[in-house]
């Protein structure tokens, strides 16, 4: 668990992140949610130690990280994975190096044949088991990211931030990314922050969700409760697609949803009367 307590962060007198506290929940997708501008990726970096807040605090599971000492900040960060937002890769390395490489750096005991296991472990896991000779450039955008989540449980971390994970890629690999974002919290107890403004992503993974507007946090609870909403930033932002105002629409006029819809014309179908053979 991340618990985040007053959170402040200005730039040149221009307040970003204005007393925001919040918790990102073990095992569940976290989702940090909102429009550009927001403070999104500055309470990220300053979650992760990228930065520095003006005022307040972060414990990791009890643990104070903001002013505490170094190597107590440093234990903490090698329990973290990142997935950037446009995946990083080392465009030198094989996708089975890219994988490799926190464990050189972070696991200096390990053997090379438990870095071998680990990261052949964690590209099956993302289902590229038979991508590891393969460089950057000879992949698409979907396997990057998928190689840029490889790399960020091959050494095993407790805490899991993803930036736009779904960024440049089409909707059919947004949901996969998704998906396997969602499996791999839910299967490792991961606590899992995403910072995503992808309606889509709310639906399929929002476990736990937590909506920022003009620095401040505004509203917070799950996939089910969103569309329930009585904050009017947050009605502006989700009701903005058309799709989703549809989708709500269906869910009012319905006694079952969209699942009603599809069942009604069956029952009719199958208790309308038969007409005699002639």
């Known amino acids: 668990m991340i618990e985040v307590h007053n959170i402040q962060k ?7 992140l204005r007393g925001i506290s919040c918790t990102f929940e073990t095992g569940k997708c ?3 949610l909102g429009g550009s ?3 999104k990726s500055v309470l990220l970096q300053c979650i992760v130690g990228l930065m520095k807040p003006d005022i307040g605090s972060i414990t990791f599971d009890g643990t104070v990280f903001t002013n505490n000492k170094v190597d107590i900040k440093q234990e903490i960060r090698r329990k973290i994975g990142m997935l950037f937002q446009g995946g990083a890769l080392f465009d030198s390395m094989t996708v089975y190096e890219n994988t490799e490489f926190p464990l050189k750096m972070l696991t200096p005991e390990m053997t090379r044949e438990e870095r071998r296991d680990r990261v052949e ?3 099956k896991r993302v289902g590229l088991e038979n991508a590891g000779n393969k460089m950057p450039s000879e992949i698409s955008g979907g396997m990057k990211k998928r190689v840029g989540i490889a790399r960020a449980i091959a050494p095993n971390c407790t805490y899991l931030f993803c930036d736009e994970p779904n960024s440049g890629l089409d909707p059919a690999t947004s949901i996969k990314i998704d998906e396997l974002i969602h499996e791999i919290t839910h299967e490792y107890g991961i606590t899992t922050v995403v910072i995503t403004h992808d309606m889509n992503s709310v639906v399929e993974i929002g476990d736990h969700i937590i909506f920022l507007h003009k620095g401040q946090k505004l509203w917070d609870g799950n996939k089910d409760e969103i569309l329930n909403t009585t904050v009017p930033e947050l009605k502006e932002f989700i009701f903005s697609s058309s799709l989703v105002r549809a989708a709500k629409k269906v869910d009012e006029e319905t006694e079952g949803g969209l699942a009603a819809v599809v069942e009604e014309p069956l029952k009719e179908t199958e208790e ?3 007409t005699p053979n002639s």
């Open 10 to 16: 200005s730039f040149n007198g221009n307040p970003i």
């Open 30 to 32: 976290n989702l940090l």
């Open 37 to 39: 501008g927001t403070g």
């Open 121 to 123: 472990f964690c590209l």
């Open 272 to 274: 309308a009367p038969k």
